[in-house]
């Protein structure tokens, strides 16, 4: 079945730092793949998504590549603040309205 | 004017007792959607309906039901409520264009003691 892994948490950093978020898929479909960002005490809020292989994403400062040969869709943000700090879920959509979400990865910035 | 709004916001529940979560959307989309976070599983989709009258069965259905009577409103339904259903409960709207995007509501935090 489709399924997705993610960088697992947390993961502590302090502001000014670069940061890698690993998402892989597994799937022999080409879907669309989504970040989406979970502030404390709210619901999921969507970062950015990218509908085409090969394609890059990008908003805030992060960004990510749609990888179809690798199947990865990594996040990046070359310096990292401490408002970036919450939950991080990647999440393809294959069919149906279905968004398969990772199992999150928690971030944390010290100032 | 938040477009997809939850209540109750919080919940305390008796074990063995029936609980209803209500969801709403104004953003005038075709399907929503249940999930429940619990700590190192992420988001995991109990239910979803693609319209009115109509209700899917997600990944962890079990113990759980849906209704979706019209366009704007989809509720989940506990007929017994246990303690391991306790968790924090995220609903979501969404429609084809967009490539699927969803939009979630702030949560439904629900303790079954």
């Known amino acids: 079945g489709d399924s997705v892994t993610q960088t697992e948490g947390p993961v502590t950093l302090s502001e000014g730092t670069s940061l890698t978020v690993n998402c892989s898929y597994e799937t022999k479909q080409y879907p669309t793949l989504f970040w989406y960002v979970q502030y404390p005490g709210e619901g999921p809020q969507l970062l950015f998504k990218?509908?085409?292989?090969?394609e890059k994403g990008s908003n805030r400062g992060f960004e990510a590549t749609y990888n179809k040969e690798a199947t990865s869709f990594h996040l990046q943000k070359a310096s990292v603040q401490e408002s970036d700090s919450a939950v991080y879920y990647c999440a393809p959509h294959y069919n149906q309205g279905k968004l398969i979400f990772g199992q999150g990865t928690k971030l944390s910035i010290k100032p | 004017e938040a477009a997809v709004t939850q209540s109750p916001r919080n919940k305390v529940a008796v074990t063995g007792g029936k609980v209803t979560l209500s969801c709403n959307q104004t953003n005038n989309h075709n399907n929503m959607y249940w999930y429940r976070q619990d700590t190192g599983h992420g988001l995991r989709l109990i239910h979803y309906?693609?319209?009115?009258?109509?209700?899917e069965k997600g990944d962890i259905p079990d113990g759980y039901k849906a209704s979706r009577p019209s366009q704007e409103n989809f509720s989940l339904i506990l007929e017994l409520a246990t303690p391991s259903q306790t968790s924090v409960y995220f609903c979501a709207s969404g429609d084809w264009d967009n490539y699927a995007e969803q939009f979630f509501g702030p949560g439904t935090r629900l303790t079954v003691l």
């Open positions: 309906s693609y319209g009115a009258g109509s209700t």
């Open positions: 990218v509908p085409k292989a090969n």
